[in-house]
T-cell receptor, first 114, second 113 residues
Framework: ETGVTQSPTHLIKTRGQQVTLRCSSQ?????VSWYQQALGQGPQFIFQ???????GRGNFPPRFSGLQFPNYSSELNVNALELDDSALYLC?????????????FGEGSRLTVL | GQNIDQPTEMTATEGAIVQINCTYQ??????LFWYQQHAGEAPTFLSY????GLEEKGRFSSFLSRSKGYSYLLLKELQMKDSASYLC??????????????FGQGTTLQVKP
């Protein structure tokens, strides 16, 4: 068991709606990264949070935003959903910034946009 | 640009050895990771190479050549449970890239009896 938990595990939304995904990091880990994994593809880095601030961002538009809370848990928010946002969203925690070391992934939230 | 290539699919026989190759071209390099992902599950860490050479961990070994932009994952004594997707990922490092891994598309390995 990795210790990283995500919710919800599955959800269905319609185009134009907004979604919030949640992640609790592994005990002792203060850094959370979010990845998007389309079917049959490798994960793509969305952004990372460290000490409640965004600390590194991939090539995703501003409608993808996030938060990190004092207990190191995190949220990913996606506004104005598009069909291409359908994917598995993975949260990963690690012990610090710099070299990522060993990332511990949650089971993911599978989002379907209709 | 950032590019990581690995074969899409491979098939091997139980008890055999299989080598999964990965080539990369990235703007920076501060280490290469291999992850295993079973269908419907989270990726799990297998290995990390930052210097040239071979890292061995039980039935799994990973090799890196930085000058060639090349790595491979070697799986020995294949078991049916090794059927999974194997993801190659590069940590480019550099300003603004903290914590960012660039993943290949993954290699789906099917182990047959």
């Amino acid at each position: 068991e990795t210790g990283v938990t995500q919710s919800p595990t599955h959800l269905i939304k319609t185009r134009g709606q907004q979604v919030t995904l949640r992640c609790s990091s592994q005990s002792g880990h203060n850094t959370v990264s979010w990845y998007q994994q389309a079917l049959g593809q490798g994960p793509q880095f969305i952004f990372q949070y460290y000490r409640e601030e965004e600390n590194g961002r991939g090539n995703f538009p501003p409608r993808f935003s996030g938060l990190q809370f004092p207990n190191y848990s995190s949220e990913l928010n996606v506004n104005a959903l598009e069909l291409d946002d359908s994917a598995l969203y993975l949260c990963a925690s690690s012990a610090g910034t710099g070299s990522p070391g060993e990332l511990f992934f949650g089971e993911g939230s599978r989002l379907t946009v209709l | 640009g950032q590019n990581i290539d690995q074969p899409t699919e491979m098939t091997a026989t139980e008890g055999a050895i299989v080598q999964i190759n990965c080539t990369y071209q990235t703007s920076g390099f501060n280490g290469l990771f291999w992850y295993q992902q079973h269908a419907g599950e989270a990726p799990t860490f297998l290995s990390y190479n930052v210097l040239d050479g071979l890292e061995e961990k039980g039935r799994f070994s990973s090799f890196l050549s930085r000058s060639k932009g090349y790595s491979y994952l070697l799986l020995k004594e294949l078991q049916m449970k090794d059927s999974a997707s194997y993801l190659c990922a590069v940590f480019p490092g550099g300003s603004g890239n903290t914590g960012k891994l660039i993943f290949g598309q993954g290699t789906t390995l099917q182990v047959k009896p």
